[in-house]
T-cell receptor, first 114, second 115 residues
Framework: ETGVTQTPRHLVMGMTNKKSLKCEQHLGHNAMYWYKQSAKKPLELMFVYNFKEQTENNSVPSRFSPECPNSSHLFLHLHTLQPEDSALYLC?????????????FGEGSRLTVL | AQSVTQLGSHVSVSEGALVLLRCNYSSSVPPYLFWYVQYPNQGLQLLLKYTSAATLVKGINGFEAEFKKSETSFHLTKPSAHMSDAAEYFCAVRESKTSYDKVIFGPGTSLSVIP
């Protein structure tokens, strides 16, 4: 595996379900990100982890709970979501300091909340 | 705070015609600038980046962009559009924090290529 991989690619869940999105990066980067992409809206940065420490929480509702057990893995735990949370959730990684800081993205997890 | 604007949420060109996607940024420091492309149901892929080494930057798939400090612009061009160029294009600027890099994205421009 190379790059950034996200699973599952597609997820349908009810508002009372609990599910998780998984992201793994194979690039040796030290920062990982969750972005939300909704139709006709700009990309929204949700969370940033740098060296496993959360360095940004962009006013995300508590029904989204991130977890970063190590610098290669990032999870987004989902609980009691709303239909408006339906979106493409993108994971990205980058090398902080010493580089140009560009993000490398996974292919996304398409979430539908019924 | 840094920001990015992209003029035109949707651009249509004929196959073989010039592609021009506009991007303007605001930044209080010399920026790192990026163009990303997103094909349907996929993540974002880096097309090219400006890192102050050269003002004209060449990227993948025949795209290039020119950094113009006086105009705070970083427009993306391709001399001859191909059907496979139809996608969403995002301009982005890097905002350096003390402990991580925050990348600010523009709203995106959807490119259609007409046969």
């Amino acid at each position: 595996e190379t790059g950034v991989t996200q699973t599952p690619r597609h997820l349908v869940m009810g508002m009372t379900n609990k599910k998780s999105l998984k992201c793994e990066q194979h690039l040796g980067h030290n920062a990982m990100y969750w972005y939300k992409q909704s139709a006709k809206k700009p990309l929204e940065l949700m969370f940033v982890y740098n060296f496993k420490e959360q360095t940004e929480n962009n006013s995300v509702p508590s029904r989204f709970s991130p977890e970063c057990p190590n610098s290669s893995h990032l999870f987004l735990h989902l609980h009691t979501l709303q239909p408006e949370d339906s979106a493409l959730y993108l994971c990205a990684s980058s090398q902080v300091s010493g580089g140009t800081g560009e993000l490398f993205f996974g292919e996304g997890s398409r979430l539908t909340v019924l | 705070a840094q920001s990015v604007t992209q003029l035109g949420s949707h651009v249509s060109v004929s196959e073989g015609a010039l592609v021009l996607l506009r991007c303007n940024y605001s930044s209080s420091v010399p920026p790192y600038l990026f163009w990303y492309v997103q094909y349907p149901n996929q993540g974002l892929q880096l097309l090219l980046k400006y890192t102050s080494a050269a003002t004209l930057v060449k990227g993948i798939n025949g795209f290039e962009a020119e950094f113009k400090k006086s105009e705070t612009s970083f427009h993306l061009t391709k001399p001859s559009a191909h059907m496979s160029d139809a996608a969403e294009y995002f301009c982005a600027v890097r905002e350096s924090k003390t402990s991580y890099d925050k990348v600010i994205f523009g709203p995106g421009t959807s490119l259609s290529v007409i046969p």
